[in-house]
């Protein structure tokens, strides 16, 4: 079991930047494969980027490669969301995710076993 708490979201013009945290408790997160999603108003929960530990790799949505950078800090047990050149698009509900492997799948939302409660988001333009 893990516990995923997200901080760190707020209003900020376009072209500014944010940085995201998600503290995870219960077993060190270095066991998960770890993610961060965002939901839209009207719009499905889609991928935005993800750590993959077994692999090594990190993964990121075409829509944010470039801007945004996920790192994590093992002695601190969170990762992080550094959103730089934000957009108004880039406006949602942003969600930590924890999952035990997610094989080939990590960009699907599905393949996720733990999710934080999420923090807004809000560029203005």
């Known amino acids: 079991q893990v516990q995923l708490v997200e901080s760190g979201g707020g209003l900020v013009q376009a072209g500014g930047s944010l940085r995201l945290s998600c503290a995870a408790s219960?077993?060190?997160?270095?066991?998960?494969?770890m993610g961060w999603f965002r939901q839209a108003p009207g719009k499905e929960r889609e991928f935005v980027a993800a750590?993959?530990?077994?692999?090594?790799?990190?993964y990121y949505a075409d829509s944010v490669k470039g801007r945004f950078t996920i790192s994590a800090d093992n002695a601190k047990n969170t990762i992080y969301l550094q959103m730089n050149s934000l957009k108004p698009e880039d406006t949602a509900v942003y969600y930590c995710a924890a999952a035990f492997s997610t094989g080939s799948r990590l960009r699907d939302q599905r393949a996720y076993d733990y999710w934080g409660q999420g923090t807004q988001v809000t560029v203005s333009s």
């Open positions: 219960g077993r060190t997160f270095s066991s998960y494969d």
């Open positions: 750590i993959i530990w077994s692999a090594g790799y990190i």
